[in-house]
C-alpha cells in the first residue's frame, strides 16, 4: 500500500512536494479508514481538490509516469513535462515510499528527461533506518549484502540508461528464477506493487479489460450488474450476444489484419467502427465473435448508444471491484467526470466504509458536495495551489484542525484553506 509518493520538477511541481497517506492524530473519525500495517498504518482513501490548472492532473502524471518506467512503457512524452516557468535545468526527481507484504521500501529514481542517472530500492526499518537494496548511479549498480549472495547475477545485467535497473531485473526472468537469487522477495514485492498501482483519467473510458472480466468472471458480472442497477441507468441487464456466422468471420479478419499478430487461444477485446465493444474467442474449434450489450426493458443497446456517464461507470467498475479483493492502490483524475454528485457519493461511500475492501483509493475532485467529514477524515483531504511562480504546492486540511461538525465546503469557499481560483471581473479584462 502508497504510504507517501514526492516529486520534484516534474508538470507545475517546481520543488519538492509531498503527498501522504499517514494518518494523522485524530479521534471519531472514521477510524474504520485506517489500514491496518505490520510496520505503518496507512490511509484507505484520499481526495485532492483545488482549481484548474493547480496542478491536480500533474500530480495523477507524475506517478503514472513512475509506474510506466517501472513497467517498461514509452514514457518520453511524460519525462520531457519538467518545470518551465524557470531556467533550472535539475532533474526530475520521484520518491515513493509503500508497504507491500509486510516490509516498507522507499524507492527513489531521477531523470533528466532522457536518462536514469539515479536509481536506488531501500528497506524502510520500523524506526526509520534504511537498509538498501541496490543502488544504481547512470549505469554503475552497487549491490546490497541483503543481495550478496546472488551479486554476479545482479551485477550481470545490461541495461541502457534509459531503462530503470527494477524493469531489468524484471524482464530477465527474477520472478521465473526467484528460488535460486537471494534477496529476490523484495524486488519482487516491489514490483508487484507498482503492477498494482492503477491510474485512471477521463479518457480512459470503454477499458476491454473490464468488459473481457465481464466476458470471463461471473463474480465481476454480479458486481456490475448490481452496480448499474443501484445507479438508477434503466438498464436492466447487461450481457454478451453472439454474432451471425458471417459476421464472426468478417470481424475476425479485421481483428487480425489490424494488429498483424499470430495469437494462442483465448479472447480478443476490441471496438469496431462503429464504438461496438466486441469478444472475439479464439479456440481449437473455431473463432466466435461476441458483442456487448446493456438491456433497457428487454430492447438491446451497443455500448456506444449509452451516455458518457454509463460507460464511465462501466469502466471503473472494473478497478472498484478489484479495490475488494487485492492490496491495490487506485488513483483516478476526476471522479466526478460523467457522473452524478449522488453517484460519486456512493463510490466513494461504498470503498470507504466496506471493512473487508483491501486497496487504497485515490481521487482528485471539483464537486464540494462530495468535500464532507460524512465521507472524509480530514487528514484524507488534500488540496492543490499554485504558487505566484507557477508551482504546486501540496497540503492537507489536516494541518487547518477543522472541528469534527465543520462545514468544510462553506470554509472552503470562504477560502480559509487556499486553493480557490481568484476570479477577477471580465469587464475589467
Not at 495469437?263 to 469478444?279: C, F, P, Q, W
Amino acid at each position: 500500500m502508497l504510504l507517501s509518493f514526492s516529486v520534484s520538477n516534474f508538470g507545475s511541481f517546481k520543488e519538492k512536494a509531498t503527498f501522504s497517506m499517514f494518518p494523522g492524530k485524530i479521534s471519531k473519525q472514521h477510524e474504520n479508514h485506517i489500514l491496518g500495517c505490520m510496520q505503518y498504518k496507512a490511509l484507505k482513501g484520499a481526495a485532492l481538490y483545488g482549481a484548474n490548472a493547480s496542478g491536480k492532473s500533474n500530480f495523477v502524471k507524475a506517478i503514472a509516469a513512475l509506474r510506466a518506467i517501472i513497467a517498461g512503457e514509452p514514457t518520453k512524452s511524460l519525462l520531457l513535462n519538467q518545470f518551465k516557468l524557470d531556467n533550472s535545468s535539475s532533474e526530475t526527481e520521484f520518491e515513493i515510499v509503500f508497504q507491500y507484504n509486510k516490509v516498507t521500501y522507499q524507492y527513489i529514481l531521477r531523470t533528466n528527461g532522457v536518462n536514469i542517472p539515479f536509481e536506488q530500492l531501500v528497506i524502510v526499518q520500523r524506526y526509520g533506518e534504511l537498509k538498501p537494496l541496490f543502488t544504481r548511479e547512470n549505469e554503475n549498480v552497487n549491490i546490497s549484502t541483503l543481495l550478496s549472495k546472488s551479486i554476479d547475477w545482479y551485477k550481470n545485467r545490461t541495461f541502457q540508461a534509459t531503462n530503470a535497473y527494477l524493469f531489468k531485473l524484471w524482464q530477465d526472468g527474477i520472478i521465473p528464477n526467484q528460488k535460486k537469487i537471494s534477496g529476490s522477495k523484495h524486488i519482487i514485492n516491489a514490483i508487484d506493487f507498482f503492477y498494482r498501482l492503477f491510474v485512471i483519467t477521463p479518457q480512459s473510458l470503454a477499458n476491454p479489460v473490464a468488459f473481457s472480466l465481464f466476458f470471463q468472471r461471473k463474480d465481476f458480472q454480479l458486481f456490475l450488474k448490481k452496480l448499474l442497477h443501484v445507479a438508477d441507468l434503466g438498464i436492466t441487464d447487461i450481457k454478451w450476444v453472439p454474432l451471425s456466422k458471417e459476421d464472426s468471420e468478417k470481424y475476425f479478419k479485421q481483428v487480425i489484419s489490424r494488429i498483424n499478430e499470430q495469437h494462442e487461444y483465448g479472447t480478443i477485446m476490441s471496438k469496431n467502427d462503429l464504438g461496438e465493444v466486441l469478444a472475439l474467442d479464439i479456440s481449437p474449434s473455431g473463432q466466435k465473435v461476441h458483442a456487448l450489450k446493456t438491456i433497457h426493458n428487454g430492447v438491446e443497446f451497443n455500448i456506444s448508444e449509452e451516455s458518457a456517464g454509463t460507460v464511465r461507470l462501466i469502466d471503473l467498475a472494473l478497478s472498484f471491484f478489484f479495490l475488494q479483493e487485492q492490496d491495490m492502490c487506485l488513483i483516478i483524475d476526476e471522479l466526478d467526470c460523467h457522473l452524478h454528485p449522488f453517484l460519486s457519493r456512493f463510490l466513494l461511500q461504498h470503498h470507504m466504509e466496506t471493512t473487508e475492501n483491501k486497496g487504497q483509493l485515490i481521487v482528485t475532485l471539483h464537486d464540494l458536495n462530495l468535500m464532507s467529514q460524512e465521507i472524509w477524515r480530514t487528514d484524507e483531504i488534500w488540496f492543490a495551489e499554485k504558487r505566484q511562480d507557477g508551482s504546486t504546492d501540496l497540503y492537507s486540511l489536516y494541518q487547518f484542525s477543522p472541528r469534527f461538525d465543520k462545514n468544510l465546503q462553506k470554509g472552503y469557499m470562504q477560502g480559509k484553506y487556499g486553493a480557490i481560483p481568484m476570479i477577477g471581473d471580465f469587464k475589467d479584462e
